[in-house]
C-alpha cells in the first residue's frame, strides 16, 4: 500500500475535494465577524439617502426611547450615538437574581462641505426608527437646468 499525499486533486474525488476545500477554510468559530462589533455589540442598520433639498438618515434602533440617542455636528461630520443601560434585580425569600445590560454604538458620517443648513436638522424617533433629515442650504440645492437661447 502507498500513501499519497492530498493535494485538491479534483480528479481522484469530483465533488468532494471543494466541498472539503470550502468546508474547512470558513471561519466556523470566528464569531467575531459575523454581527458584532470589537466591543460584542451590535450596530444598527443606518439608510442614507440624499435628495434635491436634504440629506435623509434612518437608523434601525428597536426597544431604544428618544432620550437614549445623541446626535451631533461637528463641521461636516454627523455623529449617531447611544447609550442604554438597565440594572433589574428580583428579590426572593431564597434568592436575589441580578442583571445588567448594557448597550451602546456610534456611527458617523461626513457630509459635504458648507451644504448643510445646521440650524434646521430634525431627528424623530417612531417605531424603532431613528429618522434625520440634514436639509441642505440654499444655495447648495440642485436647482432645475438653466435653458440657455442659441443664437
Not at 461626513?110 to 444655495?139: F, M, R
Amino acid at each position: 500500500m502507498s500513501l499519497i499525499k492530498w493535494n485538491g486533486n479534483k480528479e481522484m474525488l469530483p465533488g468532494f475535494s471543494g466541498w472539503f476545500d470550502d468546508f474547512w477554510s470558513r471561519d466556523l468559530f470566528n464569531w467575531g465577524n459575523k454581527n458584532f462589533s470589537s466591543t460584542q455589540t451590535t450596530l444598527p442598520s443606518v439608510n442614507v439617502k440624499e435628495t434635491d433639498d436634504n440629506f435623509e438618515v434612518e437608523v434601525a434602533a428597536p426597544g431604544m426611547d428618544k432620550n437614549d440617542f445623541r446626535v451631533t455636528l461637528d463641521g461636516n461630520l454627523l455623529t449617531i450615538s447611544s447609550e442604554k443601560q438597565a440594572d433589574n434585580e428580583e428579590k426572593n425569600e431564597n434568592y436575589t437574581r441580578r442583571e445588567f445590560s448594557y448597550q451602546s454604538f456610534q456611527r458617523s458620517f461626513e457630509l459635504p462641505k458648507d451644504v448643510v443648513d445646521e440650524e434646521s436638522i430634525q431627528a424623530k424617533y417612531e417605531n424603532g426608527v431613528l429618522h434625520l433629515t440634514v436639509p441642505k442650504k440654499e444655495e447648495a440645492k440642485r436647482k432645475a437646468p438653466k435653458k440657455i437661447e442659441v443664437y
